[in-house]
Every structure is written in C-alpha cells, then in structure tokens.
C-alpha cells in the first residue's frame, strides 16, 4: 500500500517549521530530507525517522518500513513545535549527505 496525497500534505504541515525540509518519491513512498540530510521518510501512511539518539529520547515504538530494512521511529506526536525540535536535534546527530556520482 502506497502512501496517500492528503497523508504526505499531514506530514509536510507537521515539518513546517523545519527548515529547508524536502522529499524525493522512491516506489509509492517518500523519503524526508532537512538541510540535504536524509532523517526520515513515510512509509505506508507511517511518518517514520531514523533511530538515533535524539529519537529514541522521545519516540518509543521501533517499526519496520518495509522487508529487510532497519527499524525506525514511528512519530506518534503531533506537536509541530516537538518535531521541529526533534529533527533539529537529529540533524545535530546525523552524517552529511554523500555526494552522488554522475
């Protein structure tokens, strides 16, 4: 099951705080970027991001998004200020992005 337009347009509204936030379709999902880092995605109508510190602090449920990958944070907050602050945090923890080879 794909996601939904109206469940990214949610999600997106949660992250409208977060600056310089961006998605990038990958097979009916969406994975999220901040400032060029990759912090989470949404998967199946799940808002998940990666398990790092800062996340695991706040958010408890680990869930798969899909077969084979390694498990994340399900965002079972809806406080647009709490997110902000979550990612932010993330970012702190997160690797910079790699460049991609052409």
Do not use: C, H, N, W
């Amino acid at each position: 099951m794909a996601t939904t337009p109206a469940y990214l347009e949610y999600v997106l509204d949660l992250l409208a705080d977060v600056p310089d936030v961006s998605t990038r379709k990958m097979m009916g999902e969406y994975l999220l970027y901040a400032s060029g880092k990759l912090f989470g995605g949404i998967y199946d109508d799940r808002f998940l991001v990666k398990d790092s510190p800062a996340a695991a602090a706040v958010l408890a449920a680990l869930e798969t998004p899909y077969e084979g990958a390694a498990p994340m944070r399900l965002v079972d907050i809806e406080s647009r200020d709490a997110i902000t602050q979550l990612v932010g945090d993330m970012l702190d923890e997160l690797p910079a992005a790699k460049k991609r080879r052409k």
